[in-house]
């Protein structure tokens, strides 16, 4: 099974800050990557998806970028509504994982 | 506007089972696959089960395989997960998920429902 490595595991930053989430797979997963922003008690939200598809509806702050094994989510300015956990997702031979999770803090 | 109700959770013992159900709104459920996630307390998103939209296809996680049963009733645009053998580490808020129609991910999510396996 691919496995997926989230890094880091938190993140502080402050608001205006530049984020970085990195995504790293265990094997070749083409493009088949999304990414998805979860707050607590709610539902994951998708945000990015074929590895730098923006979702509809979702601010142009956040991007992705990658293909292969190494995939990153990158917010260029962090907003307070921001603060979150990321997580990436795979998909492969009809089964599909997520990261471990990235948790984004206010510093 | 799309929208995805889980019901079904609730306090089960071990080896106990449980339906979980989804009811759609708001698109055409007939035409899209459908997804079960869930979420251990405190802990990451787990891929469950996934049904194409007329059930020809239907895939397990290995953790839940055997025990598990995804179904859905285009007629009635609802989604269902049967859990038998429940274990403690099946604790989890489950969420039902629509697959998108441009790609292999998860477009919509459900609020989710909370199963506790406990004696």
């Known amino acids: 099974d691919i496995q997926m490595t989230q890094s880091p595991s938190t993140l502080s930053a402050s608001v205006g800050d530049r984020v970085t989430i990195t995504c790293r797979a265990s094997?070749?997963?083409?493009?088949?990557l999304a990414w998805y922003q979860q707050k607590p008690g709610k539902a994951p939200k998708l945000l990015i998806y074929?590895?730098?598809s923006l979702e509809s509806g979702v601010p142009s702050r956040f991007s992705g970028s990658g293909s292969g094994t190494e995939f990153t989510l990158t917010i260029s300015s962090l907003q307070p509504d921001d603060f979150a956990t990321y997580y990436c997702?795979?998909?492969?031979?009809?089964?599909?994982?997520f990261g471990q999770g990235t948790k984004v803090e206010i510093k | 506007e799309v929208q995805l109700v889980e019901s079904g959770g609730g306090l089960v013992k071990p080896g106990g089972s449980l339906r979980l159900s989804c009811a759609a709104s708001?698109?055409?459920?007939?035409?899209?696959?459908m997804n079960w996630v869930r979420q251990a307390p405190g802990k990451g998103l787990e891929w469950v089960s996934s049904?194409?939209?007329?059930?020809?296809?239907?895939y397990y996680a290995d953790s839940v395989k055997g025990r598990f049963t995804i179904s859905r009733d285009n007629a009635k645009n609802s989604l269902y997960l049967q859990m038998n053998s429940l274990r403690a580490e099946d604790t989890a808020v489950y969420y039902c998920?629509?697959?998108?129609?441009?790609?292999?991910?998860?477009?919509?999510w459900g609020q989710g429902t909370l199963v506790t396996v406990s004696s």
């Open positions: 997702q795979q998909y492969n031979s009809y089964t599909w994982t």
């Open positions: 998920a629509r697959g998108s129609s441009t790609g292999p991910h998860f477009d919509y």
């Open positions: 708001g698109f055409t459920f007939s035409s899209y696959s």
């Open positions: 094997q070749s997963i083409s493009s088949w």
């Open positions: 074929k590895a730098s």
């Open positions: 049904i194409s939209s007329s059930s020809s296809y239907i």
